[in-house]
């Protein structure tokens, strides 16, 4: 049975200008402060949408034949670039096929409902084999909305069998004034890629407790550790987020490397180190 829920609107100042404090008459924080200008007000909504087999909406998939599926994502509001921006990242993250291949989906409903009968189908082809349900939950979420960055997190948890489930989050800044996507290649400065990975490679050998020279295989990676897209952007520094497979094997998990701004400080490009303004002024933690 297919579900669609929307949760109260929530108003968020997802675009500030740099310098300043007020508390603008619309925020629904008065405790807040922010900058003065022309503020962008995103409104946006919590939408939920699942779906899930016959008469299974409460049983365990890991001991029966019950499929479920739930999409919760935010529904931006505005016709600004920010907003735009917003909007197809998270579609395109939601609206992934079902089965994690094709063309993308028409709403999050389908998605849910293409996912069930899948399963379905499965069943049908092979009853005996069939004997466990599956799961897929996609989120999107706002963890950032006021200046300088605004942060998206994504997750995907799927289980259609094998030894364990699927699982991964991806991280995505977004500049508040243009909605541009804030990726490594824009966010560095020419040739900083290889100095970053160094900083990346000597500040996992210290959180895993391994020599300066020894190989990262020690400590649970195939190989290097190049830095990618997938950045969590915070006051204190730039985190590097590997999902399971990426850099090591599964039981390695999820990999986090932090970098203070500080470290990071000098291979920024000049117009991402403007924008960051008050964050390059902190102290290394």
Request: some cysteine.
């Amino acid at each position: 049975m297919l579900m669609l829920r929307r949760a109260a609107p929530v108003l968020a100042l997802l675009a500030l200008a740099a310098c300043g404090s007020q508390t603008p008459d619309d925020d629904p924080d008065p405790d807040r402060t922010t900058a003065p200008g022309a503020a962008h007000v995103v409104r946006h909504e919590t939408v939920v949408a699942e779906d899930h087999s016959p008469g299974c909406p409460a049983v365990d998939t890991a001991t029966a034949a019950c499929t479920r599926a739930r999409l919760e994502y935010p529904e931006f509001e505005g016709d600004h670039a920010l907003a735009r921006a917003l909007r197809e990242w998270t579609a395109e993250w939601i609206l992934a096929p079902a089965m994690f291949e094709g063309d993308r989906a028409t709403s999050a409903g389908a998605v849910a409902r293409d996912f069930v009968e899948a399963h379905a189908a499965f069943r049908r082809g092979d009853p005996d084999a069939a004997s466990f349900g599956w799961d897929l939950e996609r989120t999107v979420e706002v963890t950032r909305s006021v200046s300088p960055v605004v942060v998206l997190v994504a997750s995907e948890q799927a289980y259609i069998g094998g030894a364990h489930s699927s699982y991964r989050v991806q991280h995505q800044g977004f500049h508040p004034d243009t909605g541009e996507a804030l990726t490594l290649a824009r966010i560095l400065g020419t040739d900083a890629v290889r100095h970053v990975q160094a900083l990346l490679e000597t500040r996992f050998r210290e959180d895993a407790g391994l020599a300066a020279e020894a190989p990262l295989t020690d400590g649970g990676l195939f190989d290097d550790l190049p830095p990618g897209d997938n950045l969590d952007w915070e006051p204190e520094g730039l985190i590097f987020h590997y999902n399971p497979y990426e850099v090591g094997p599964w039981s390695t998990g999820v990999i986090r490397v932090r970098l203070s701004w500080d470290e990071v400080a000098p291979h920024l490009s000049a117009d991402v180190a403007d924008l960051l303004g008050p964050w390059l002024t902190r102290s290394s933690p």
